[in-house]
């Protein structure tokens, strides 16, 4: 039997459970169960389904049984900034609320006449998103102040999930940066921020690192899936282990390209300088205390919600055809503009943004398709530009890992649109990236280098350049 190690990744629009096992150097992976996530509305919020997830998770894993699987571990890695509260009797006070959730317009404003904006990013070296942790807490503590009032364990989502499964309380380290409430330099929490903002410092648990063990399963879950697992910690925060699988980081930038397109780099320091301020990168923890200088573009988010305005006539794969048949430009819209962080209608919100910026409205699935993709080219450009800036370097270039990077035109594009060369996949970035913090961990994997190798040797990855070049 082969030493299997399970990575559940979750993210925005769709869960996997996926096992690993090493064959020699090769990492094989085997999908154990796939399943769809999307915002529920909830006592008047937009809210994650948690319970419905951590049931889909329990599913995964006792499918390992059919399958023969033994697993020797198990990680779960998640989307960034939400979190639950618990009570005294480790009950939940909360829902899951999600980051699209309007509760938090207006609380960034807030929050940043209270401590400098300049400050904070001094502190955290953290991006402002009006969903992050911070003004999620803030609107809280606004709307509700009872509930943060009786709140004793502040957990994000991939440490409630592994609270259900092991009993243990922590919060992980890549993840609980996208609160903007880590100090970049102390890699711990900002009491500071925290006292200054009137959140109760006790809630937030011990900061735990990738690789280490947070604990094995509930005596009752042993039962239901017949063996015990320990739990061993992954970059929980799902882009903090997809930016693990990017074969060769050096001189690279890569793009995370999933519901958010992450663009961004791997860095050994957090850079809170005004510039970057400025132009709204973040510094978000990654594994072995190293950072991920990235900003958030709108990404696929956009294709996902034009597909269900056609309910789903239309698979992704169809909407990428469709979108290659339109021969003329299309209009471009700002991507990053708030208006497209939950329209109701995203195909109505971007024939409004062309009407108002006078262009021509796009109005067949083709063309709708083709304006997302290309408006998605445009604000890499311009983020890719940032970064050449603010290192004072040109970086050679671009690996796109995830869902979306099996979109080869868009590939195409940012290959055409930025004259560098485009690495595409691993797909299951997030899951191999989960994986091989296990597998190091385990001591069947030397270190992040070693596992980038076999990643390399184990997984297809497409290079895509300029066509006006010859390929
Ligand atoms: N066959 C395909 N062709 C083109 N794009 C695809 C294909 N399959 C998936 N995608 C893109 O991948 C995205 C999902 O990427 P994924 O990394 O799974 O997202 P997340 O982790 O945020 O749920 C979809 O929104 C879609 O745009
Ligand atoms: C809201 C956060 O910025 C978001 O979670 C982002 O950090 C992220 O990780 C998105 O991952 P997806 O797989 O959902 O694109
Ligand atoms: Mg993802």
Same mark, same amino acid.
């Given at each position: 039997?082969?030493? #299997?190690?399970?990575?559940?990744?979750?993210?925005?629009?769709?869960?996997?459970?996926?096992?690993?096992?090493?064959?020699?150097?090769?990492?094989?992976?085997?999908?154990? #169960?796939?399943?769809?996530?999307?915002?529920?509305?909830?006592?008047? =919020?937009?809210? @994650?389904?948690?319970?419905?997830?951590?049931?889909?998770? !329990?599913?995964?894993?006792?499918?390992?049984?059919?399958?023969?699987?033994?697993?020797?571990?198990?990680?779960?890695?998640? @989307?960034?900034?939400?979190?639950?509260?618990?009570?005294?009797?480790?009950?939940?006070?909360?829902?899951?609320?999600?980051?699209?959730?309007?509760?938090?317009?207006?609380?960034?404003?807030?929050?940043?006449?209270?401590?400098?904006?300049?400050?904070?990013?001094?502190?955290?070296?953290?991006?402002?998103?009006?969903?992050?942790?911070?003004?999620?807490?803030?609107?809280?503590?606004?709307?509700?102040?009872?509930?943060?009032?009786?709140?004793?364990?502040?957990?994000?989502?991939?440490?409630?999930? #592994?609270?259900?499964?092991?009993? &243990?309380?922590?919060?992980?380290?890549?993840?609980?940066?996208?609160?903007?409430?880590?100090?970049?330099?102390?890699?711990? @929490?900002?009491?500071?921020?925290?006292?200054?903002?009137?959140?109760?410092?006790?809630?937030?648990?011990?900061?735990?690192?990738?690789?280490?063990?947070?604990?094995?399963?509930?005596?009752?879950?042993?039962?239901?899936?017949?063996?015990?697992?320990? $739990?061993?910690?992954?970059?929980? #925060?799902?882009?903090?282990?997809?930016?693990?699988?990017?074969?060769?980081?050096?001189?690279?930038?890569?793009?995370s390209s999933g519901t958010w397109s992450l663009i961004g780099v791997e860095n050994y320091f957090p850079i809170c300088v005004i510039k970057a301020l400025d132009y709204n990168?973040?510094?978000?923890?990654?594994?072995?205390?190293?950072?991920?200088?990235?900003?958030?573009?709108?990404?696929? @988010?956009?294709? *996902?919600?034009?597909?269900?305005?056609?309910?789903?006539?239309?698979?992704?794969?169809?909407?990428?055809?469709?979108?290659?048949?339109?021969? &003329?430009?299309?209009?471009?819209?700002? $991507?990053?503009?708030?208006?497209?962080?939950?329209?109701?209608?995203?195909?109505?919100?971007?024939?409004?943004?062309?009407?108002?910026?006078? *262009? !021509?409205?796009?109005?067949?699935?083709?063309?709708?398709?083709?304006?997302?993709?290309?408006?998605?080219?445009?604000?890499?450009?311009?983020?890719?530009?940032?970064?050449?800036?603010?290192?004072?370097?040109?970086? =050679?270039?671009?690996? $796109?890992?995830?869902?979306?990077?099996?979109?080869?035109?868009?590939?195409?594009?940012?290959?055409?649109?930025?004259?560098?060369?485009?690495?595409?996949?691993? $797909? &299951?970035?997030?899951?191999?990236?989960?994986?091989?913090?296990?597998?190091?961990? =385990?001591?069947?994997?030397k270190d992040i280098k070693e596992a980038r190798h076999i990643i390399s040797q184990s997984f297809e990855v497409k290079k895509y350049v300029h066509s006006m070049v010859e390929?």
């Open positions: 039997m082969k030493n #299997h190690s399970l990575a559940v990744d979750i993210g925005a629009s769709s869960g996997r459970v996926i096992a690993g096992a090493l064959e020699k150097d090769r990492l094989e992976l085997v999908e154990v #169960h796939r399943f769809e996530n999307k915002l529920i509305e909830k006592n008047g =919020h937009f809210c @994650w389904d948690i319970e419905a997830l951590f049931s889909e998770i !329990k599913k995964g894993i006792k499918n390992c049984n059919a399958m023969g699987i033994k697993p020797l571990s198990i990680g779960i890695d998640t @989307w960034a900034v939400d979190f639950v509260l618990l009570d005294e009797n480790d009950e939940l006070l909360t829902d899951a609320v999600a980051y699209r959730d309007p509760r938090t317009d207006g609380i960034m404003e807030e929050v940043t006449e209270i401590f400098m904006k300049e400050r904070l990013y001094l502190e955290t070296g953290i991006q402002f998103q009006k969903f992050n942790t911070i003004y999620q807490l803030y609107a809280l503590k606004k709307q509700n102040p009872e509930v943060l009032e009786k709140a004793k364990t502040f957990l994000m989502i991939p440490d409630y999930l #592994h609270f259900l499964l092991t009993g &243990e309380k922590s919060n992980e380290y890549t993840n609980a940066t996208s609160t903007q409430l880590i100090n970049a330099f102390t890699k711990n @929490w900002d009491k500071d921020i925290i006292n200054t903002l009137g959140f109760n410092f006790d809630m937030f648990q011990e900061i735990k690192m990738p690789k280490e063990t947070l604990g094995t399963l509930r005596e009752e879950l042993v039962s239901e899936f017949g063996f015990d697992m320990p $739990v061993i910690l992954p970059a929980t #925060h799902d882009t903090g282990s997809a930016v693990l699988s990017v074969p060769q980081v050096d001189d690279t930038i890569y793009i990168f973040t510094n978000e923890g990654g594994m072995d205390y190293q950072f991920r200088f990235l900003k958030n573009i709108m990404g696929l @988010w956009m294709i *996902q919600e034009v597909k269900r305005n056609y309910d789903n006539r239309y698979s992704f794969a169809e909407l990428v055809e469709k979108s290659k048949e339109v021969t &003329e430009k299309t209009a471009i819209v700002n $991507v990053d503009d708030q208006r497209f962080l939950k329209p109701a209608n995203m195909i109505e919100e971007i024939q409004q943004y062309c009407r108002e910026t006078n *262009q !021509k409205v796009p109005e067949h699935p083709g063309e709708i398709a083709k304006c997302v993709f290309e408006s998605l080219v445009v604000s890499y450009k311009k983020a890719i530009s940032e970064i050449e800036d603010i290192f004072e370097k040109e970086f =050679h270039s671009i690996s $796109v890992i995830g869902g979306g990077s099996q979109n080869e035109l868009l590939n195409q594009l940012i290959a055409d649109a930025t004259k560098k060369e485009v690495f595409a996949g691993p $797909v &299951e970035a997030t899951a191999i990236g989960n994986l091989v913090v296990q597998f190091i961990a =385990h001591g069947a994997i390929k």
